[in-house]
């Protein structure tokens, strides 16, 4: 079987797009995404943008669970 995988690229630390960021990079990249919590009832992700929404894509749906 043979597997295909999307290329993408993301900005490293001084704004040029890579397509190999290490794991401590992608994890500064997700500091700054919060939990709200409306009056105990509703349950909002804030500060997520486009970058994380494609290292979420490309992890798959078990790591998409937790920012959704």
Known sequence: MMIHLRKAT???QKGKSI???TARWIFHIF???HLLIVR???ELV???NEYHLL???ILGENY???YS
């Open 10 to 12: 993301f900005p490293n």
């Open 19 to 21: 397509d190999n960021p």
């Open 64 to 66: 998409k669970v937790f």
């Open 40 to 42: 105990g009832v509703q």
């Open 55 to 57: 290292i979420l894509d």
């Open 31 to 33: 500091f700054g995404i």
């Open 46 to 48: 804030i500060n997520i």
